[in-house]
């Protein structure tokens, strides 16, 4: 318990066993989808039952802790928020010649992959659609890009409920998190799961965006860090 000396006492949320709340609530996004993986569960009920409240527990612990807590809790899912939101643009971005290149006739220079193409059917799994459809409606494509952000997003929150302070730990570590998680994904029923080749072209493609990701989630971190540091109470 911290103490102010022109006020009530205020209470400091960001604790390990806050951090680790944090990270957990966080982690629900991701499990959806891993838990359909291995047949635990549908996508679509944990999602509803499981994600979606805790993603909502998150915000009110967030909100909790700006109104009556030191705001060090809150500043850190704000910022890694952004930061997901922020490094999940940045891969997006490094993909889009490879899922153009045929259109932009690129092929020769950059190798046509499609990388986009989970995305409706995350939408699907969610919606309790068929997994493969000719052509996906736009409810799928919408809820399955909402998923993908909502996974950079999480992952960003993720990030600093484990290094605990952006300004102590280099911002390369979100390098190393994000090329971690995609390497272990890369050993879960994923690939199998939506029929994608595991070809050396798509892993050195995709752990290259992943690094990107990394990067620019580690440095969006330390710099929404400083700058959210004035709104934290002693």
């Given amino acids: ?29 991701i499990w959806s989808l891993l838990i359909e993986f291995f047949g635990w ?23 909790a802790d700006r109104a009556i807590g030191t705001r060090r809790l809150w500043r850190a899912v704000l910022a890694g928020a952004i930061a997901g939101l922020v490094a999940a643009v940045a891969y997006d971005l490094f993909r889009l010649p490879f899922v153009y290149a045929e259109r932009l006739g690129i092929q020769r220079i950059v190798p046509a992959l499609k990388l986009f193409k ?7 799994m969610i919606l309790g ?11 799928a494509q919408i809820v399955g890009w909402a998923y993908h952000f909502s996974n950079g ?8 409920a484990l290094i605990g302070d952006p300004t102590k730990r280099h911002w390369g570590w979100g390098a190393v998190l994000a090329v971690g998680l995609e390497l272990a994904m890369l050993f879960t029923p994923y690939p199998v799961f939506f029929h994608i080749p595991l070809t050396s072209k798509f892993i050195i493609v995709t752990l290259a965006a992943h690094l990107i990701f990394g990067i620019a989630m580690g440095w969006a971190a330390l710099v929404l ?10």
Avoid: H, N
Wanted: aromatic fraction near 16%.
């Fill in 1 to 29: 318990m911290k103490t102010r000396t022109d006020g009530p006492a205020v209470r400091d949320l960001w604790a390990p066993a806050f951090r680790w709340a944090v990270f957990s609530l966080s982690a629900t996004s």
């Fill in 41 to 63: 569960w549908s996508m679509r009920s944990f999602t509803l039952f499981v994600s979606l409240p805790a993603l909502v527990a998150l915000c009110l612990l967030g909100l």
């Fill in 118 to 124: 989970v995305f409706p059917r995350f939408g699907a």
């Fill in 129 to 139: 659609q068929p997994l493969e459809q000719p052509v996906y409606d736009w409810a």
């Fill in 153 to 160: 997003l999480t992952f960003g929150i993720m990030y600093v």
């Fill in 225 to 234: 860090w400083r700058c959210l540091s004035s709104d934290v109470r002693d």
